[in-house]
């Protein structure tokens, strides 16, 4: 089970008209919440996306972009009080 986040709150945003299918940005999704439908790029859970930017710094025509915000923040505060377990990556 992938962790969530605040609800709704993701920058994250997918422009599937833009998209060319190359799925350099699969690999780098921490959280694994990126795939490709009919050859574009597609989310299963916008909740889970932890903001970290690698899927838009590995698009290279923009078809992704997300600001980082909240949902790392919200990783780290969990693991603070979890002691020790990791909330990210």
Do not use: W
């Not at 986040?5 to 780098?28: A, N, R, W």
């Not at 439908?37 to 972009?65: F, L, Q, T, W, Y």
């Amino acid at each position: 089970m992938r962790p969530l986040y605040l609800h709704g709150v993701s920058t994250l945003v997918l422009d599937p008209e833009k998209c060319l299918g190359c799925g350099s940005c699969l690999p780098v999704c921490p959280h694994q919440i990126l795939y490709l439908a009919n050859g574009r790029i597609a989310c299963s859970e916008r909740d889970a996306c932890m903001e970290c930017g690698a899927c838009a710094m590995n698009c290279p025509v923009g078809a992704v972009a997300v600001e980082a915000g909240v949902g790392c923040a919200a990783a780290v505060l969990a693991s603070a009080f979890r002691r020790g377990e990791s909330g990210c990556c």
